[in-house]
């Protein structure tokens, strides 16, 4: 039976391409979740690709999930850095995590190098631009 993932894009990733090209790159929110859906294929998972700016959404999303997939890979956005709402739905699910951020935010301003879910998250990738996902991706393969 095959591996059922969920990838949630947190606020304003939606915008990428648009938002910031020098820091999030100019390629569309479109265009890398075709790639996140061909990579998800080549590793035989099931993909849903999910999308919020909403806190309350993003954790109902994860909530409902919980006996749907496998894994998660989720982008928070500025949500990494202070929703202990979030990291405690992430805790509450007991299903791989890996936390994702297109830019190195242990790089940029001194808040985002925070993170409040990396302690119930499997791992953290970032700074690989779109290809974080895609290694969070292979990084589930190895947790199943």
């Known amino acids: 039976m095959r591996k059922r993932v969920l990838v949630i894009h947190?606020?304003?990733?939606?915008l990428v391409g648009e938002r910031e090209p020098g820091i999030y790159g100019k390629e569309s929110f479109e265009s890398i979740n075709n790639e996140i859906r061909a990579c998800a294929e080549r590793l035989g998972f099931d993909c849903?690709?999910?999308?919020?700016?909403?806190?309350?959404?993003?954790?109902?999303?994860?909530?409902?999930?919980?006996?749907e997939v496998?894994?998660?890979?989720?982008?928070?956005?500025?949500?990494?850095?202070?929703?202990?709402?979030?990291r405690d739905a992430i805790a509450s699910i007991r299903i791989p995590c890996i936390e994702v951020h297109i830019s190195n935010v242990h790089s940029r301003e001194e808040f985002r190098r925070v993170s409040v879910i990396a302690p119930v998250c499997a791992g953290q990738i970032c700074g690989f631009g779109k290809y974080s996902y895609l290694l969070a991706l292979e990084g589930l393969s190895h947790l199943f």
């Open 70 to 86: 496998d894994g998660v890979v989720a982008n928070m956005g500025a949500y990494t850095h202070y929703s202990i709402a979030i």
């Open 48 to 67: 849903e690709i999910y999308q919020s700016n909403s806190e309350g959404e993003i954790i109902d999303k994860l909530q409902a999930c919980r006996q």
């Open 10 to 14: 947190g606020p304003n990733i939606n």
